[in-house]
């Protein structure tokens, strides 16, 4: 069964950088898979952030599209998430997931990343 | 993309029947089969209980069914139980080509 373990800072500054790892063991990034990104901010609900294939390709949605960056590190097998310019409203649990026929079967745990001065 | 909308909360005893409603629109829901749900117990990862409409994963117990009627999804938990008391979200394709959420629903087993 593939595992996902998201790891990065936990506190960000405002205007500063988001990024996140997640690592994925008992299986490879370069399987024909979508690796996804999914947040929490407190008290809310997810969101849906964006997602990489195992070839390069993105997707994101528009309301973050100009921040967010996602690549693939073949040679670590894992994938990660960089959003800019961070505000307070970025705050939040972010999750990695690897996703497939329009639904996600395997989840990490989450990371929270505070953002604050 | 708007959220799908969800009912914040529901509830029921140990061995009832609750269903959780998830709307949309024609640009989602209403044009693909591609809705899932997904448990959630806080601090824990997301669970797939149903994809495409209907569809149970290996492992996710009878009791957990989904159906589909225009812009609106459902699911149903039939024999509540006390684990079955999580955070429940759904979650459709979409013609932008991406994903959106719904708002998520409490379920309380009282």
């Known amino acids: 069964q593939v595992q996902l373990q998201e790891s990065g800072p936990g506190l960000v500054k405002p205007s500063g950088t988001l990024s996140l790892t997640c690592a994925v063991s008992d299986g490879s990034i370069s399987s024909d898979y979508w690796w996804s990104w999914v947040r929490q901010a407190p008290g809310k609900g997810l969101e849906w952030i964006g997602e990489?294939?195992?070839?390069?390709?993105?997707k994101n949605i528009p309301s973050l599209k100009s921040r967010v960056t996602m690549s693939l590190d073949k040679s670590k097998n894992q994938f990660s998430l960089k959003l800019d310019s961070v505000t307070a409203a970025d705050t939040a649990v972010y999750f990695c997931?690897?996703?497939?026929?329009?639904?996600?079967?395997?989840w990490g745990q989450g990371a929270l990343v505070t953002v604050s001065s | 993309q708007s959220a799908l909308t969800q009912p914040a909360s529901v509830s029921g005893s140990p061995g009832q029947s609750v269903t959780i409603s998830c709307t949309g629109t024609s640009s989602d829901i209403g044009s693909y089969n591609y809705v899932c749900w997904y448990q959630h117990h806080p601090g824990k990862a997301p669970k797939l209980m149903i994809y495409e409409v209907s569809n149970r994963p290996s492992g996710v117990p009878d009791r957990f069914s989904g159906s589909k009627s225009g812009n609106t999804a459902s699911l149903i938990i039939s024999g509540l139980q006390a684990e079955d008391e999580a955070d429940y979200y759904c979650s459709s394709y979409t013609s932008s080509d991406i994903y959106v959420f719904g708002t998520g629903t409490k379920v309380t087993v009282l």
């Open positions: 997931a690897r996703g497939s026929h329009f639904r996600w079967h395997n």
């Open positions: 990489i294939s195992h070839s390069g390709t993105t």
